[in-house]
């Protein structure tokens, strides 16, 4: 058997989206959910940043062929295009939010760029930054609070979007990043000081990040699963079988699992784009 390279970043976005996943069916708080968008966002910020945009764009899909999908069974009339529009923009907020969000960053990062240039992105992302500071720590653009994470998100692509992958990372870093995540948390604990996000945090993820992340391996084929696959199936179970949670929760993560091993021994190449937006061509 053939040894495979496991890329950490990859693992890392599969555990905390199946965390988000699975979160709701033990308690009610949402406080991880943040922390997953930023690891996320930054995520696919790095991977999309060095490729050609025919490629990133069969990322997005699945995204109509799985909606349309949706609306088939729905057996909606085809021909009104009132209903259909109405049921795709349902299909996707209700969703594929995520996938709008990571779609509506990169189209603004790579548009900005190839106008204005990497500086003015750079430049953006830290005046989306210093929005998002003045509206958490202030009272200033009261108007604009329900949309400070936005910008914060904004901050976060458009920075990692100009991170490049390194072979090697000074050990001395990690030591360094920790020491500063107890001093952060000594400075919230006792003194009450919080701007809005963990600088420790981020430069974590600046770290994870900067390992190669491009390698198309089973790690992502999962991660594009549960991002695509788990919503659909999910619906899927509801309809036909109707199972309540969380047996139809468990019962679609574990459907998901077996596909997308069953996509990546295959690799045939439409159905790998048509359903997770990825390939890994065969040696």
């Not at 899909?61 to 085809?78: A, G, M, W």
């Not at 996707?92 to 992105?121: D, H, P």
């Not at 949670?245 to 459907?255: D, F, H, Q, R, Y």
């Amino acid at each position: 058997m053939k040894k495979q390279k496991l890329i950490i970043a990859d693992l890392i976005a599969i555990i905390f989206t199946l965390i988000t996943i699975y979160l709701p069916l033990f308690t009610n708080k949402i406080t991880f959910l943040p922390m997953y968008f930023v690891y996320i966002f930054a995520y696919f910020a790095v991977i999309f940043s060095n490729q050609k945009d025919k490629k990133v764009l069969t990322f997005f899909i699945p995204l109509f062929t799985l909606s349309l999908i949706l609306i088939l069974l729905n057996k909606v009339d085809i021909y009104n295009l009132k209903i259909i529009k109405t049921q795709v923009i349902g299909i996707f907020r209700k969703n594929y939010s995520l996938v709008l969000y990571i779609f509506a960053l990169y189209f603004l990062e790579r548009l900005s760029t190839k106008i204005f240039g990497s500086y003015f992105s750079i430049g953006l992302a830290l005046v989306s930054l210093a929005i998002f500071l003045i509206i958490f720590n202030t009272k200033y653009m009261e108007n604009l609070r329900k949309y400070k994470d936005y910008f914060f998100y904004i901050f976060i692509y458009f920075s990692f979007a100009r991170i490049y992958p390194a072979k090697k990372i000074n050990k001395y870093l990690y030591i360094i990043i920790i020491l500063l995540f107890f001093l952060e948390v000594l400075v919230i604990d006792k003194y009450k000081i919080f701007i809005g996000f963990h600088i420790s945090l981020i430069l974590i993820i600046y770290l994870i990040l900067k390992s190669n992340v491009y390698e198309i391996n089973f790690e992502k084929y999962f991660l594009n699963g549960l991002i695509y696959l788990y919503p659909f199936i999910n619906i899927i179970l509801e309809k036909i079988l109707n199972f309540d949670s969380p047996i139809k929760e468990v019962a679609t993560g574990l459907i998901v699992f077996f596909l997308t091993l069953i996509f990546y021994q295959i690799k045939l190449g439409f159905f790998d784009y048509m359903f997770l937006g990825i390939h890994k061509r065969k040696k």
